[in-house]
């Protein structure tokens, strides 16, 4: 059975997974969610890499066919470096910028992401690529948003809420149109982000294209451009580096109210005993 692993500082990475299940709905999934270390979005870009390189070797030794960088931050940290050593194929993910100028040719676009993100030359490069960019598209850092995110379980919706309120919307120059979701915790928050907005503003990520990518490079053919129906039940090992009960019930109650169902499966025991895990403060430690 084809075996991928998925990446992430935390549930974020969710929305990926989900995607990737529309099109490859017959793999097991090795979820790796580093909450011991999270949020990345405020960390140096080294750090980042450190991390993400700690979590590629262990989907390696998972025997993983692929590995799905669900972050953008460690996508924009680290996806290149892996890549010069990779034994299998890197998916990562960038802000759906080209996506939301597309689908939305007239009017402003709004980029939420994290430090990370929105201050990296990958960032840079991809506006100045992509014409009338740098003209239409605000990009917005969100602190400390990811991390609330992650705890939603806890906080719930209120706090999420007032954040946009207080945060984000004395940053706008002018409403947006769309606004692109360039950390995939952002994902999660679609109802707050239309209360604050508004219900005419479109919301886009670029979970559908991590996916199709996979698809081409795991089967080498061209997935059609609509998406599949999500299977109702999923082949999924959670493996979260801190906090790992609740987090792994949180998981599986958001995969569930998405409507897939997770089969009970056995940690993989190609995985051997890897050192302790690196910390990169500040982030939460076991």
Known sequence: MMRIGVFDSGIGGLSTLL??????????YLFYGDTANAPYGDKDP?????????????????EANAVVLACNTATSAAV?????????????????????LTLHP??????LATELTVSGSKLRDLLARLEDAEGRVQA??????????????????QCIHDYLCRRVLPGLRVPPRAIVLGCTHYCWIG?????????????????????????RRLQREDPPQEAPELPPTARIHFHFTHDPVRK???????????????????SPSSVAALPDRPYHGPGRRA
Request: proline share 7%; hydrophobic share 45%.
């Open 106 to 111: 007239q009017g402003p676009v709004l980029l």
């Open 140 to 157: 917005l850092a969100c602190p400390g948003l990811a991390e609330m995110i992650e705890d939603q379980d806890r906080q719930g919706d």
């Open 19 to 28: 995607a990737c299940l529309r099109r490859l709905p017959d793999a097991e």
């Open 80 to 100: 290149a470096p892996l890549r010069e050593r990779a034994q299998v194929p890197i998916i990562g993910i960038e802000p759906a910028i080209k996506k939301a």
């Open 248 to 266: 792994q019930a949180f998981a599986t109650a958001l995969l569930q109210e998405a409507g897939v169902r997770i089969l009970p499966v056995s």
């Open 191 to 215: 109802n707050a982000l239309g209360q604050v907005f508004g219900p005419d503003v479109a919301l886009v990520d670029g979970n559908d294209g991590v996916a199709r990518q996979l698809l």
């Open 46 to 62: 080294d750090a980042v890499l450190r991390l993400t390189r700690y979590a590629y070797d262990w989907f390696i030794q998972a």
